[in-house]
C-alpha cells in the first residue's frame, strides 16, 4: 500500500468514527415478581433506542418461536420472563472507555 493511500484509510476511519455515539444503557427484566436491571454499554452510529430494542429482544439468545412482543414495549422470552428496555445515556469515549472495563459492551 503506498504511503498516500494509507494517509486516505486513516482519514476515512477518523470519519467514520465521528458518526458513532457512546451509550450506557439497562435492560430490565422481569421474572414474576421479582425484577432484576443489567447495565451495559454499546456504541452506533443508528438510532440508540433500535439497539436498545434489539439487545432487549434477543437477550436470551433472540430465537423468533421464544420471544413474543409483551404489549408494552418489552418481549416475553420463553413465556417466562420480560425484558424491556430500560434508561438510555450517552456518554463521552472517554468515559466508555474507562466503563468497558467493568461492564459489558453488547
Request: proline content about 1%.
Amino acid at each position: 500500500m503506498e504511503r498516500g493511500d494509507q494517509k486516505r484509510k486513516r482519514h476515512t476511519n477518523k470519519m467514520k468514527n465521528t458518526k458513532e455515539k457512546y451509550y450506557i444503557a439497562e435492560l430490565e427484566e422481569q421474572h414474576g415478581e421479582y425484577e432484576h436491571t443489567t447495565k451495559y454499554l454499546f456504541k452506533t452510529a443508528g438510532d440508540k433506542f433500535d439497539y436498545a430494542d434489539n439487545v432487549s429482544k434477543n437477550w436470551y439468545g433472540g430465537d423468533s418461536e421464544d420471544v413474543e412482543p409483551d404489549g408494552n414495549g418489552g418481549y416475553w422470552q420463553n413465556g417466562e420472563i420480560v425484558s424491556s428496555v430500560g434508561e438510555i445515556k450517552e456518554i463521552s469515549l472517554e468515559h466508555f472507555s474507562i466503563l468497558k472495563k467493568y461492564l459489558s459492551v453488547l
